[in-house]
């Protein structure tokens, strides 16, 4: 490309409208005296395919064998039955008929065990069908049905997998003829696939549900989400256990991030080896909302991440990947069915995300847990992206680390963000960031004061290479070891480089391209910006030795274009990712001098290939890796200083099994000097800490002896008794619980209740007697009821409670909070809401490391007595993530796998006329602009998202009014809301500021959360769209820009865009954007001024 940049516009015209028609891709705008070109980069989207030849929801299907096939379901909105099958072949997008069904089926399990289809149980015909035992083979090959063995009892919206020769069944409910009375069973049965004839039991399912879904991965089962009874509209359950065929045990492992059920047909595995969950039914509305969620399961970290949004909601879909296609076809929408057939490829494409809420340059951060961390030049902010949610949190929910410079190197250690130097501020100082305690410390000063360095951790340490000390590039190497904060230096780089890309193999340092001394414009010795090399240095730590590219002999090809910038390299699939980058004045660039190029290597073959080029050019930057996705956020796009906003996310490895993973050694150090500073500690204040006040400490005195990590379970408020050879202990007394337990006392039901739904090793007697205190025994809101503090040997555990409620006959009559080892893992639980109903079973399950010879389980009271009916202390597998214990009785991190933090996260405007989200506002970004004009309606309110269901209370403030309005239920609305019926609310135009605080008790009373505050302008205009006619066949989405800053101006489409979108813009400028639209097509300038597309 050449020529110059010149003004879009002329000060004295009318406004200047680019006019982008047609959809697909991203592309790169130029106003530029050449003729008009583009170039797309592969932006991720769904397509519309071939639609389904019948409407259906709550079908069954699956893929296998190159199609997706569609089972039964109901096929009309008075929800009747149908036998009808179909299969999708993606090859010719069409439709084949294939043979009905013997019995019209909804809600049945599917699981495929080569050419032959198992379809078991489910609802027998129209709703409400019965359920039913009944299982059915369809054979592929033959295109016939034949049955297979019955299973034990009937069931409806179970799930099916198969793992080695065995066919798994759990989980689903009963429903008698004619009836919607749905009864959740936890019942789990095998079959034999080598000629079994009958189903074998195995463990039961921890939380029975129905409309889950069910998956096998690496041999092992997952239950994930579901729903309790009938109810479909208040209890989507976001829990998901992992069952063991080895062991016969389930662990619960990570929550979903948005409680869902009618997942039956679209949960399955997909991308290297991880889950993957589309749409689903979530809590709200009288029947439940249909969701567009996406979430994708990795089991190595035990995270989830949100993947992009489905077009529209769907409740049970049937989806499945094909090759590296995702298809998603029919479920119900804003109707009860549909025929819709949705494809999207994740493979080579890139994502644009939610913006960032202040934009930063020269960044550095890490992924913990569902976490990504960001810091950058230009602000003190601790970032935080919840990539299970796709939402940024508040610039003030973390502490800011106490050294604000930028070009940090980082890395990740133990739950822990280290910063290692930088530039500005922070040279030879290690900032340690603990995201459980929200603080910052400071490690041992390092032996050379670096920033734009290289690292990568390999063995549990961080390798630190290159960058620049003083106004210098250095060589130097050291190894930092976080468990006993010393550094070592090591042989020195053969060249030094700053500004380079650096990551591991798990046993090697490679460093690729970088700055540093050279001559002319390759001279990049300081911090300036200069030509990069295309050195690629590869450090061996058992053998202390380097090896170069610039080093003929060396068997490593340099990389395909030498530059700086791309702040961190990723190694995802066994080969390397460099991306970004910039130059002074080398080829490949944008006019910005930085580049949006991918070049990936792979060390067995020693080859460069290039990648799906970034929407975005940009350096900077510090692409992180989590469940095959790499994520970059922030970064310049100019070179030089300059910050970007953006969040974009890269697919790059196929779908399709997990590759076999390549076993790493942690190395042998050499004998070297060690450098050994000491540390300082650097306070900062956490920015919410929920108390939990103990009216009482108890002390173990010895009933109970604590043994090398042995079983313990306890019948609360019952004797003892051993149900399948397992002994539960009494605790009818406190005299019989002597030892363990303070406060409260025994109760049971009459007369003696039926319990449904034991689950094992309980029965139903565990669940019939209890451990009850609270407001009943004159103890105070916030204060603990009673506590268990059970002698254990220290070591990891899971902690099980067992509840069922046997005299409250609705929701919101019994609240309790209850923290094991002083963290809170449930807030205001609700045992009748939870379970479905009185005298039913129900487990709540946590990990929990035990470092002081005893296992507190306290039991704080909110409305009425707390409860509980069985304990189960029972020595966890290798591998769970387990909760860590606090010295105090003040929690200082909430277990990521089961709770969140008891604050406002965000806000969302709602649509009071549909009591839905508004498109584009959810969450409702800090700093936005609301035009009344273009909004679907003017009755709105806004909600306050808490990290729990239910919170004691949330208080508003707006504007000059401190207390505009407090909510003691969910939702939290600022204008009111009736359940889930919002009162519509129209903002007066201007500025305003809206704040939230969350309350532990009601009417803003108890302990309070950190406030979130955020701003927003409310306009009412509609642009005029100069010239262009004849409209009104097409949709057309106008965003006002004012105040733009030359060349550096982001402009996002926002919305869909089915046909076209105006921009109308309110001033000359130098324009250079990205217009997230369609396939490419015609675009369209009235300001007489050539236009250049071109992809960046």
């Given at each position: 490309?050449?020529?110059?940049?010149?003004?879009?516009?002329?000060?004295?015209?009318?406004?200047?409208?680019?006019?982008?028609?047609?959809?697909?891709?991203?592309?790169?705008?130029?106003?530029?005296?050449?003729?008009?070109?583009?170039?797309?980069?592969?932006?991720?989207?769904?397509?519309?395919?071939?639609?389904?030849?019948?409407?259906?929801?709550?079908?069954?299907?699956?893929?296998?064998?190159?199609?997706?096939?569609?089972?039964?379901?109901?096929?009309?909105?008075?929800?009747?039955?149908?036998?009808?099958?179909?299969?999708?072949?993606?090859?010719?997008?069409?439709?084949?008929?294939?043979?009905?069904?013997?019995?019209?089926?909804?809600?049945?399990?599917?699981?495929?065990?080569?050419?032959?289809?198992?379809?078991?149980?489910?609802?027998?015909?129209?709703?409400?069908?019965?359920?039913?035992?009944?299982?059915?083979?369809?054979?592929?090959?033959?295109?016939?049905?034949?049955?297979?063995?019955?299973?034990?009892?009937?069931?409806?919206?179970?799930?099916?997998?198969?793992?080695?020769?065995?066919?798994?069944?759990?989980?689903?409910?009963?429903?008698?003829?004619?009836?919607?009375?749905?009864?959740?069973?936890?019942?789990?049965?095998?079959?034999?696939?080598?000629?079994?004839?009958?189903?074998?039991?195995?463990?039961?399912?921890?939380?029975?549900?129905?409309?889950?879904?069910?998956?096998?991965?690496?041999?092992?089962?997952?239950?994930?989400?579901?729903?309790?009874?009938?109810?479909?509209?208040?209890?989507?359950?976001?829990?998901?256990?992992?069952?063991?065929?080895?062991?016969?045990?389930?662990?619960?492992?990570?929550?979903?991030?948005?409680?869902?059920?009618?997942?039956?047909?679209?949960?399955?595995?997909?991308?290297?080896?991880?889950?993957?969950?589309?749409?689903?039914?979530?809590?709200?509305?009288?029947?439940?909302?249909?969701?567009?969620?996406?979430?994708?399961?990795?089991?190595?970290?035990?995270?989830?991440?949100?993947?992009?949004?489905?077009?529209?909601?769907?409740?049970?879909?049937?989806?499945?990947?094909?090759?590296?296609?995702?298809?998603?076809?029919?479920?119900?929408?804003?109707?009860?069915?549909?025929?819709?057939?949705?494809?999207?490829?994740?493979?080579?494409?890139?994502?644009?995300?939610?913006?960032?809420?202040?934009?930063?340059?020269?960044?550095?951060?890490?992924?913990?847990?569902?976490?990504?961390?960001?810091?950058?030049?230009?602000?003190?902010?601790?970032?935080?992206?919840?990539?299970?949610?796709?939402?940024?949190?508040?610039?003030?929910?973390?502490?800011?680390?106490?050294?604000?410079?930028?070009?940090?190197?980082?890395?990740?250690?133990?739950?822990?963000?280290?910063?290692?130097?930088?530039?500005?501020?922070?040279?030879?100082?290690?900032?340690?960031?603990?995201?459980?305690?929200?603080?910052?410390?400071?490690?041992?000063?390092?032996?050379?004061?670096?920033?734009?360095?290289?690292?990568?951790?390999?063995?549990?340490?961080?390798?630190?290479?290159?960058?620049?000390?003083?106004?210098?590039?250095?060589?130097?190497?050291?190894?930092?070891?976080?468990?006993?904060?010393?550094?070592?230096?090591?042989?020195?780089?053969?060249?030094?480089?700053?500004?380079?890309?650096?990551?591991?193999?798990?046993?090697?340092?490679?460093?690729?391209?970088?700055?540093?001394?050279?001559?002319?414009?390759?001279?990049?010795?300081?911090?300036?910006?200069?030509?990069?090399?295309?050195?690629?240095?590869?450090?061996?730590?058992?053998?202390?030795?380097?090896?170069?590219?610039?080093?003929?002999?060396?068997?490593?090809?340099?990389?395909?274009?030498?530059?700086?910038?791309?702040?961190?390299?990723?190694?995802?699939?066994?080969?390397?990712?460099?991306?970004?980058?910039?130059?002074?004045?080398?080829?490949?660039?944008?006019?910005?001098?930085?580049?949006?190029?991918?070049?990936?290597?792979?060390?067995?073959?020693?080859?460069?290939?290039?990648?799906?080029?970034?929407?975005?050019?940009?350096?900077?930057?510090?692409?992180?890796?989590?469940?095959?996705?790499?994520?970059?956020?922030?970064?310049?796009?100019?070179?030089?200083?300059?910050?970007?906003?953006?969040?974009?996310?890269?697919?790059?490895?196929?779908?399709?099994?997990?590759?076999?993973?390549?076993?790493?050694?942690?190395?042998?150090?050499?004998?070297?000097?060690?450098?050994?500073?000491?540390?300082?500690?650097?306070?900062?204040?956490?920015?919410?800490?929920p108390t939990i006040t103990s009216t009482t400490t108890p002390t173990a005195t010895g009933t109970l002896a604590a043994t090398d990590q042995a079983a313990i379970q306890i019948n609360a408020g019952g004797a003892a008794q051993t149900v399948d050879g397992v002994s539960w202990k009494a605790c009818t007394a406190i005299e019989s619980c002597s030892g363990y337990v303070s406060g409260g006392r025994k109760y049971a039901q009459s007369p003696v209740p039926t319990i449904n739904g034991a689950v094992a090793p309980a029965n139903a007697a565990i669940y019939q007697t209890e451990w009850t205190g609270g407001q009943a025994s004159g103890i105070a809101v916030g204060q603990t009821a009673f506590?268990?503090?059970?002698?254990?040997?220290?070591?990891?555990?899971?902690?099980?409670?067992?509840?069922?409620?046997?005299?409250?006959?609705?929701?919101?009559?019994?609240?309790?909070?209850?923290?094991?080892?002083?963290?809170?893992?449930?807030?205001?639980?609700?045992?009748?809401?939870?379970?479905?109903?009185?005298?039913?079973?129900?487990?709540?399950?946590?990990?929990?490391?035990?470092?002081?010879?005893?296992?507190?389980?306290?039991?704080?009271?909110?409305?009425?007595?707390?409860?509980?009916?069985?304990?189960?202390?029972?020595?966890?597998?290798?591998?769970?993530?387990?909760?860590?214990?606090?010295?105090?009785?003040?929690?200082?991190?909430?277990?990521?796998?089961?709770?969140?933090?008891?604050?406002?996260?965000?806000?969302?405007?709602?649509?009071?006329?549909?009591?839905?989200?508004?498109?584009?506002?959810?969450?409702?970004?800090?700093?936005?602009?609301?035009?009344?004009?273009?909004?679907?309606?003017?009755?709105?309110?806004i909600r306050a998202n808490t990290g729990l269901a239910a919170v004691g209370s949330v208080r508003f403030s707006y504007d000059a009014n401190a207390n505009y309005r407090t909510e003691n239920t969910a939702p939290y609305a600022l204008a009111g809301n009736t359940a889930s019926d919002y009162s519509a609310w129209t903002p007066a135009l201007g500025a305003h500021t809206?704040?939230?605080?969350?309350?532990?008790?009601?009417?803003?009373?108890?302990?309070?959360?950190?406030?979130?505050?955020?701003?927003?302008?409310?306009?009412?205009?509609?642009?005029?769209?100069?010239?262009?006619?004849?409209?009104?066949?097409?949709?057309?989405?106008?965003?006002?820009?004012?105040?733009?800053?030359?060349?550096?101006?982001?402009?996002?489409?926002?919305?869909?865009?089915?046909?076209?979108?105006?921009?109308?813009?309110?001033?000359?400028?130098?324009?250079?954007?990205?217009?997230?639209?369609?396939?490419?097509?015609?675009?369209?300038?009235?300001?007489?001024?050539?236009?250049?597309?071109?992809?960046?």
């Amino acid at each position: 490309m050449s020529g110059a940049w010149r003004d879009c516009g002329v000060f004295v015209r009318r406004n200047l409208l680019l006019m982008v028609l047609a959809l697909g891709g991203v592309l790169g705008l130029m106003v530029h005296s050449g003729q008009v070109s583009a170039q797309t980069t592969p932006l991720f989207a769904w397509e519309t395919m071939a639609a389904s030849p019948l409407t259906r929801s709550e079908a069954q299907g699956l893929a296998v064998g190159g199609k997706l096939y569609v089972f039964g379901g109901f096929y009309t909105d008075r929800l009747q039955a149908t036998t009808r099958s179909d299969a999708y072949n993606p090859a010719t997008n069409t439709w084949t008929r294939i043979a009905d069904m013997p019995e019209a089926l909804t809600h049945a399990a599917v699981a495929a065990d080569g050419a032959r289809v198992y379809v078991i149980g489910g609802y027998v015909g129209d709703n409400p069908g019965p359920s039913t035992p009944h299982v059915w083979v369809y054979n592929i090959t033959t295109n016939t049905w034949a049955a297979g063995p019955a299973l034990p009892r009937e069931r409806g919206a179970g799930a099916a997998a198969i793992v080695g020769r065995k066919l798994y069944f759990f989980g689903g409910a009963t429903r008698p003829a004619g009836t919607k009375i749905t009864t959740d069973q936890a019942d789990h049965y095998v079959l034999d696939l080598d000629g079994g004839t009958t189903w074998q039991r195995a463990a039961a399912l921890l939380n029975p549900r129905n409309h889950l879904g069910g998956v096998a991965l690496q041999n092992k089962i997952y239950a994930i989400g579901g729903q309790h009874g009938q109810a479909e509209a208040t209890t989507a359950q976001a829990q998901v256990d992992v069952y063991d065929p080895a062991t016969d045990r389930w662990t619960r492992i990570a929550d979903l991030p948005l409680a869902r059920g009618h997942i039956n047909a679209s949960t399955f595995v997909v991308y290297q080896g991880r889950l993957l969950i589309v749409g689903g039914s979530t809590n709200g509305g009288s029947s439940g909302l249909s969701s567009s969620a996406v979430s994708l399961y990795d089991p190595v970290t035990n995270t989830w991440l949100a993947l992009p949004a489905l077009p529209g909601g769907r409740k049970t879909p049937v989806a499945g990947v094909i090759g590296d296609q995702l298809i998603v076809t029919t479920g119900a929408g804003s109707s009860a069915t549909t025929t819709t057939t949705w494809r999207g490829i994740l493979s080579g494409r890139w994502e644009k995300g939610a913006a960032m809420p202040v934009a930063l340059g020269e960044v550095a951060g890490g992924i913990i847990g569902s976490t990504l961390y960001v810091v950058g030049e230009s602000s003190a902010a601790t970032l935080a992206y919840d990539l299970g949610t796709s939402t940024w949190r508040s610039t003030s929910s973390f502490a800011q680390r106490p050294l604000v410079g930028h070009h940090h190197a980082a890395e990740v250690v133990g739950g822990k963000l280290y910063l290692f130097g930088g530039l500005g501020s922070g040279g030879g100082k290690v900032q340690i960031f603990d995201p459980r305690a929200n603080r910052w410390t400071l490690g041992a000063d390092m032996p050379f004061a670096t920033g734009a360095a290289a690292s990568a951790l390999i063995g549990g340490e961080v390798y630190l290479a290159g960058g620049i000390v003083g106004s210098s590039t250095t060589s130097r190497l050291a190894r930092y070891s976080p468990a006993s904060n010393t550094w070592t230096e090591l042989t020195a780089m053969p060249q030094g480089r700053n500004h380079a890309a650096a990551t591991s193999d798990g046993q090697r340092l490679f460093v690729f391209g970088g700055r540093g001394p050279g001559t002319g414009d390759f001279n990049g010795d300081g911090n300036v910006v200069a030509n990069g090399f295309d050195t690629v240095q590869v450090y061996d730590p058992v053998a202390n030795t380097w090896r170069s590219s610039d080093n003929a002999n060396s068997g490593i090809a340099p990389l395909p274009v030498g530059r700086g910038g791309m702040g961190k390299a990723v190694y995802a699939g066994g080969q390397f990712y460099v991306l970004g980058g910039e130059t002074k004045n080398s080829t490949g660039a944008t006019p910005n001098k930085v580049y949006n190029r991918v070049d990936i290597y792979n060390p067995v073959t020693n080859t460069w290939r290039t990648g799906a080029p970034m929407p975005t050019a940009r350096h900077g930057i510090f692409p992180l890796l989590i469940g095959g996705r790499i994520y970059v956020a922030g970064g310049g796009v100019v070179a030089g200083f300059s910050k970007s906003n953006l969040l974009e996310t890269y697919n790059p490895l196929p779908s399709g099994p997990a590759p076999t993973p390549t076993s790493t050694s942690t190395p042998t150090p050499v004998s070297t000097a060690t450098y050994t500073p000491t540390a300082t500690n650097v306070p900062a204040t956490p920015t919410h800490t929920p108390t939990i006040t103990s009216t009482t400490t108890p002390t173990a005195t010895g009933t109970l002896a604590a043994t090398d990590q042995a079983a313990i379970q306890i019948n609360a408020g019952g004797a003892a008794q051993t149900v399948d050879g397992v002994s539960w202990k009494a605790c009818t007394a406190i005299e019989s619980c002597s030892g363990y337990v303070s406060g409260g006392r025994k109760y049971a039901q009459s007369p003696v209740p039926t319990i449904n739904g034991a689950v094992a090793p309980a029965n139903a007697a565990i669940y019939q007697t209890e451990w009850t205190g609270g407001q009943a025994s004159g103890i105070a809101v916030g204060q603990t009821a009673f506590t268990f503090n059970v002698p254990v040997s220290n070591g990891d555990y899971l902690v099980r409670l067992h509840f069922a409620d046997n005299n409250k006959n609705a929701p919101n009559q019994r609240l309790f909070d209850v923290a094991i080892e002083s963290t809170q893992v449930l807030s205001n639980f609700d045992i009748y809401a939870e379970a479905g109903g009185m005298n039913v079973a129900i487990v709540r399950e946590f990990p929990v490391t035990i470092g002081d010879s005893s296992a507190t389980i306290a039991f704080i009271t909110r409305k009425e007595n707390a409860k509980i009916s069985g304990i189960e202390i029972i020595p966890a597998p290798s591998g769970v993530p387990t909760l860590t214990p606090t010295s105090t009785s003040t929690p200082t991190n909430i277990p990521t796998v089961t709770v969140q933090s008891q604050t406002v996260e965000s806000f969302t405007l709602i649509n009071a006329d549909t009591d839905q989200p508004v498109v584009g506002f959810d969450p409702l970004p800090d700093g936005t602009t609301l035009n009344l004009a273009t909004l679907p309606t003017r009755n709105l309110n806004i909600r306050a998202n808490t990290g729990l269901a239910a919170v004691g209370s949330v208080r508003f403030s707006y504007d000059a009014n401190a207390n505009y309005r407090t909510e003691n239920t969910a939702p939290y609305a600022l204008a009111g809301n009736t359940a889930s019926d919002y009162s519509a609310w129209t903002p007066a135009l201007g500025a305003h500021t809206l704040e939230a605080l969350a309350y532990s008790g009601s009417n803003a009373s108890g302990t309070a959360s950190a406030a979130l505050i955020i701003s927003f302008t409310v306009l009412d205009a509609t642009p005029t769209p100069g010239d262009v006619a004849n409209t009104s066949d097409s949709q057309i989405a106008i965003v006002q820009l004012a105040n733009l800053q030359p060349r550096l101006t982001q402009i996002e489409a926002g919305v869909a865009l089915p046909r076209q979108a105006a921009f109308v813009m309110e001033q000359s400028f130098l324009c250079q954007t990205d217009l997230a639209v369609g396939a490419l097509g015609e675009i369209v300038s009235n300001a007489g001024a050539p236009v250049e597309a071109t992809g960046r």
